[in-house]
Nanobody
Framework: QVRLVESGGGLVQTGGSLGLSCVAS????????MGWYRQAPGKQRELVAV???????IYGTPVAGRFTISGDNAKNTVYLQMNGLRPEDTAAYYC?????????????WGQGTRVTVSS
């Protein structure tokens, strides 16, 4: 089992920057990757960025080139630096952990943190 606690987020003007952090606790050695997803009102949850334990990163198309994901394995923490924010980035941002115990795969989620970008 894994627990994810997010921090950061808030209100920012268009073009501004924000940073998010997510700390994992529990059986963290079984985490293969961590990342961020977001969900705007009335929309489906979508990928923001993912980083594997080995450091490989994947970005969702809407944020590529503006957001940067990084991780610290020793601290079981993943970060998301968001630059050039736009009103369409407004959403609840959720931390995710891709957990594997043998052949069993499980997704764990944080409680979410809200990001609001004003125009």
């Amino acid at each position: 089992q894994v627990r994810l606690v997010e921090s950061g987020g808030g209100l920012v003007q268009t073009g501004g920057s924000l940073g998010l952090s997510c700390v994992a606790s529990g059986n963290t050695d079984k985490i293969n990757a961590m990342g961020w997803y977001r969900q705007a009102p009335g929309k489906q949850r979508e990928l923001v960025a993912v980083i594997t334990r080995g450091g490989k990163t994947i970005y969702g198309t809407p944020v590529a080139g503006r957001f940067t994901i990084s991780g610290d394995n020793a601290k079981n923490t993943v970060y998301l630096q968001m630059n050039g924010l736009r009103p369409e980035d407004t959403a609840a941002y959720y931390c995710n952990a891709d957990y594997q115990d043998g052949s069993e795969l499980t997704d764990f989620w944080g409680q979410g943190t809200r990001v609001t970008v004003s125009s």
